[in-house]
Every structure is written in structure tokens, then in C-alpha cells.
């Protein structure tokens, strides 16, 4: 097998010369995407025979939520990726995102507990969904506060790396875990999940949304990674040049 | 389109208040999250020039 | 490798048996942190009883964790970790000893105590068994994911708060079983279902975060 494709991921230049391109292309798509799906979710879209207008926040809280969750998935990912090749950009990559993941995990909890004062009647339930996710908001505290800590940058990495891992390796467990402990605790009246399937004009433009969170999230994912690609390799005549050519 | 007037859109049906801060606090966070590497790209850069001028000045 | 285990189980004792007193410490602490509860919440039996479930488990959790902080670190100052890296054991089998020496010492002296406190918080006698019993399956858990903090924030000046930041969450499935046990067997209902998750879930501890921690370990000696 040709493995160049690889190794390609190795030299931090090029991986400075490509994204630039790969940003723009992100960056239009998430502009696009979000736009429409923002205009279709709060105006066209119909309204909730139950929830009326309030189920609007759906469409930001599923993106949201979804990335949150697929975001920590990528952390071990690019932890593994880390560890076992030595990938220093897998280690940027890791760093990077635990901030963002941490912000959509954020909006996730604030949406959920905006939408739930209209429907459940409170601002905060402990619902099943709502509890993994602020059990989620405190693991990628933990990354973040762990990268912090450690001054040695590459011992910082793999410790957030194993950190990670961990937690992907509980998050299911955490996960039933806790839908356990709901339906033993409480009544389960505020099932959110049984939901009757959405008719497509409310499903189409979620898709959009969620597609849309997902390029907004490698747009800002590839901004933060080129920065901290020059900031490590400032050294070199090639930053030096990008340096100089750039405001 | 789903809502008659520009006014009916705003009120969300009663909802405004939990509609539009959801959508108002999210897009504030999402525009944090642009903002925050842009801004650090701009100092970093400046920072890097200055580095490299006084070096310039020191050879 | 059977020997070593033996000989590093009755060293690290030996260590341990060394300082009691910072032995008893989690030990008073588990007793305080409960015996602050009926003052804040007030002296009535049946609120006691109700809430002693989560009581109990959370000063077991805080307890366990207090009690880990320093689970490496004078092997990291004195560099017998280095030592540890560079034996021909395995290191990961070498630290699921050290975590067994440290819970015969402070997890299983708390599990001993529980009783006690369980009958002050007005627990009643027949789910004392389900107490000791889900104790004794979960704070082997509790050492051995507090032992991959430990072993993450070794190397660092003040891990104490960073560790618990760490820690914490992966402790909620434990807390949810144990306490879920315990107030199953108050309920009159049969506790085994949730004791036979905890015991999986200390097998798959067990199996699995020795691996983590030597990981965790090496980079922190590593740096």
C-alpha cells in the first residue's frame, strides 16, 4: 500500500499550504449552509402542533449537541493518532478542538434548558440527554484544564491524548449509566426521546443545520490549527515568509 | 412561509423570549469562536514582525 | 512476575504501615463529611434514611479521591517511577499492584467503616450487607480510575484540584450504581441486579486502566 498520502500529514507545511484552501472552501460552505438552514429553521419551517414555535430551538440544539458529542469522539481519534504514529499535527489537532467542543457543548445545555422552560415548565430537568451532556461539558473541562496545566507541549498532548481516551471508553457507560438512573428516579414524562417522526419539512432543514454546525466546526477547527502550526514552527524561513506577506 | 407579518415573526407565537435568546446566546458563542483565533492570529502576527524587526536592528 | 507482585505488595504495605496516620486520614475524613450531613439537613431519622444512600457514596467518592492525590508522588520524587519504567515487568501489572497495596490500606478499611456510619445515618440493618457489598465492588473502581489522574498529574505542583476535575466524571456511573443499590435494598427491592453491573464494571476497570495509568506514567516521567 502507498502510505505518502500519510506522511504527507507529518510536514506541518504542507499542512500550513493545503488548509488555506481547504478554510475558504469550509468557510463558504458553513456561510451558505448556515444561512439558509438559520432562514428555513426560524421562518419557513412549520411550527410544532405541541411545542408551537419554541420547537424552533431544535435547530440549533441537535447541531449543537451532535457536534458536542461527535467532537469528543474526534478527540480520542486524533489521541490514538497521536500516540501510536506520533503525529504532532494529530496533537494540534486535539488541542484545538477541546475548546470548541467544550463551546458546543455549552450552547447544547443552554438551548436544551431554554426549551425546556416553555415545554417541561422548568428551566432545568435532569433529564437523561441533558445529564450526559453537562457530564460531557465537565470531561472536556478536564482536557482543556489538563493541557493547561502541563507546560512541556508535548507532554501536555499525550496526556490529554490518554485523558481522552478514557473518557470515550466511559462515555457509553456513562451514558446508560445515567438513562438508568432516569427512568428508576422519575416518572418518565418528559420522554423527549420517543419523538413521532418529523414530517420533511421540519427534518430538511435540521439536515442543514447539522451539515452546516459541521463545516462551521472545520472552519474554525482549521483556524486555530494554522495558528498553532505557525506558532510551533515559527522558527522557520517559511513562517518567516508568511509572516512578512500576511497584514 | 410560515408566519403572515414581520411582526407575527418576531413574537415566535408567544415564544420570543425563549426563541430568540437561544438563537441570540448560541450565535454570540459561535461568533466568540470565529472571533477568539482571528484576533489571536493578529497579535501573534504583529508580535512575529516586531520579533523579526528588532532582530534585523540588532545585526 | 508472580514474586515481584508479592515482594512490591509487602514493600508498598511496609511504606504505608510507616505513616498510619495519613492512613486514617480519608478514614476521618469519610466520617466527617457524613457526620456533616444530619447537621445541615437536620436531625430527623426518615430524611436521614432517605438521602443516606448518596450520602455515603459521595463521602466514599471525595474520600477515595483525597486519598489518591498522592498516590505516586514521592515514587516520582524519590525516582523509583523511573525505576518502575525501566523494569523488565510490565509496568501496567506493576501499578495494578501498587493501586491493590494502596486499596487494601484505605478502600477496604473504608468499606470496613461504612457499616458504622450507615447505622448512625439510620440505615436499617438488612441493607447493611447491600452497603458493604457495593462499597467492597466499587472502591476498587474508584482507586483504579483515580489512579489514572494520579498518574496524569504527578508530575505537576498542585494536581490536587486538577485531579478531582479529571476524575470526577468517570466516577458517575460508580455513584449511580452504588447509591441506585443501596436504595433498591432500602425499597425492599433485590439490590443484585446493580451489584452484578458493579462488579463488571470492576472487572473492566481492572482489565483495562492499568494500561492507562502506565500510559499516564510514562509521560509524566517522560517530562
Redesign the interface.
Known amino acids: 500500500m502507498n502510505w505518502t498520502w500519510f506522511h504527507k500529514w507529518g510536514s506541518p507545511k504542507w499542512f500550513y499550504e493545503m488548509s488555506g484552501a481547504w478554510l475558504k472552501g469550509f468557510a463558504i460552505a458553513a456561510c451558505v449552509l448556515l444561512a439558509a438552514g438559520l432562514v428555513w429553521a426560524l421562518a419557513i419551517a412549520p411550527e410544532d402542533y405541541q411545542q408551537g414555535n419554541s420547537f424552533r430551538i431544535i435547530y440549533i440544539h441537535v447541531p449543537a449537541a451532535f457536534l458536542a458529542q461527535s467532537c469528543y469522539l474526534m478527540l480520542a481519534i486524533a489521541g490514538i493518532i497521536g500516540l501510536v504514529w506520533k503525529m504532532k499535527l494529530a496533537d494540534v489537532a486535539l488541542q484545538c478542538a477541546a475548546p470548541i467542543g467544550a463551546s458546543m457543548t455549552f450552547i447544547a445545555l443552554l438551548t436544551g434548558a431554554v426549551w425546556g422552560k416553555p415545554t417541561w415548565g422548568a428551566w432545568w430537568v435532569w433529564d437523561a440527554r441533558l445529564t450526559s451532556m453537562l457530564i460531557l461539558l465537565f470531561l472536556y473541562f478536564g482536557v482543556i484544564a489538563l493541557s493547561q496545566a502541563i507546560s512541556n507541549r508535548d507532554s501536555a498532548a499525550k496526556a490529554c491524548a490518554v485523558l481522552s481516551i478514557v473518557g470515550v471508553i466511559n462515555l457509553p457507560i456513562i451514558k446508560y449509566s445515567v438513562e438508568w438512573w432516569n427512568t428508576l428516579h422519575q416518572p418518565a414524562t418528559f420522554k423527549i426521546t420517543e419523538k413521532p417522526a418529523m414530517p420533511m419539512e421540519m427534518w430538511l432543514p435540521l439536515l442543514i443545520m447539522v451539515l452546516g454546525f459541521y463545516c462551521f466546526f472545520a472552519t474554525v477547527l482549521l483556524m486555530r490549527m494554522r495558528l498553532e502550526v505557525l506558532k510551533r514552527e515559527s522558527r522557520t524561513r517559511w513562517v518567516r515568509n508568511e509572516v512578512e506577506a500576511s497584514r | 412561509?410560515?408566519?403572515a407579518t414581520l411582526a407575527d415573526?418576531f413574537a415566535?407565537?408567544?415564544?420570543a423570549p425563549?426563541?430568540w435568546?437561544?438563537?441570540g446566546?448560541?450565535l454570540l458563542?459561535?461568533l466568540?469562536?470565529?472571533a477568539v483565533?482571528?484576533l489571536?492570529?493578529?497579535r501573534?502576527?504583529a508580535d512575529?514582525?516586531r520579533r523579526?524587526r528588532r532582530e534585523e536592528a540588532a545585526q | 512476575m508472580l514474586k515481584v507482585c508479592i515482594l512490591l505488595l509487602s514493600r508498598e504495605m511496609r511504606v504505608l504501615f510507616r505513616r498510619p496516620m495519613e492512613l486514617a486520614n480519608p478514614l476521618v475524613f469519610f466520617a466527617l463529611v457524613i457526620s456533616l450531613f444530619p447537621l445541615a439537613v437536620g436531625p430527623e431519622s426518615k430524611l436521614l434514611a432517605t438521602i443516606a444512600p448518596g450520602v455515603v457514596w459521595v463521602a466514599a467518592l471525595l474520600a477515595v479521591l483525597l486519598s489518591l492525590d498522592g498516590l505516586f508522588r514521592s515514587d516520582y520524587e524519590d525516582g523509583s517511577l523511573e525505576q518502575w519504567v525501566l523494569a523488565p515487568q510490565p509496568l501496567s501489572v506493576l501499578v495494578l499492584t501498587k493501586v491493590l497495596a494502596h486499596w487494601l490500606c484505605s478502600g477496604l478499611a473504608l468499606v470496613l467503616l461504612s457499616p458504622l456510619l450507615g447505622l448512625m445515618l439510620g440505615l436499617p440493618e438488612r441493607t447493611l450487607g447491600v452497603l458493604l457489598l457495593s462499597l467492597l465492588l466499587g472502591t476498587p473502581i474508584l482507586s483504579l480510575l483515580g489512579a489514572i489522574g494520579a498518574a496524569l498529574t504527578v508530575g505537576l505542583k498542585r494536581g490536587g484540584l486538577l485531579l478531582a476535575l479529571l476524575i470526577l466524571p468517570l466516577y458517575i456511573p460508580v455513584l449511580i450504581l452504588g447509591s441506585g443499590a443501596l436504595q433498591a435494598s432500602l425499597q425492599g427491592l433485590p439490590a443484585a441486579g446493580y451489584l452484578w453491573w458493579l462488579a463488571s464494571l470492576m472487572v473492566l476497570a481492572v482489565s483495562l486502566s492499568p494500561l492507562a495509568i502506565a500510559a499516564g506514567l510514562k509521560i509524566s516521567v517522560a517530562e
Not at chain 2, 415566535?12 to 415564544?15: E, K, L, R, T
Open positions: 412561509m410560515n408566519f415573526f415566535m407565537g408567544g415564544h425563549y426563541v435568546s437561544a438563537y446566546i448560541s458563542v459561535l466568540l469562536n470565529v483565533p482571528l489571536a492570529r493578529r501573534y502576527v512575529e514582525r523579526i
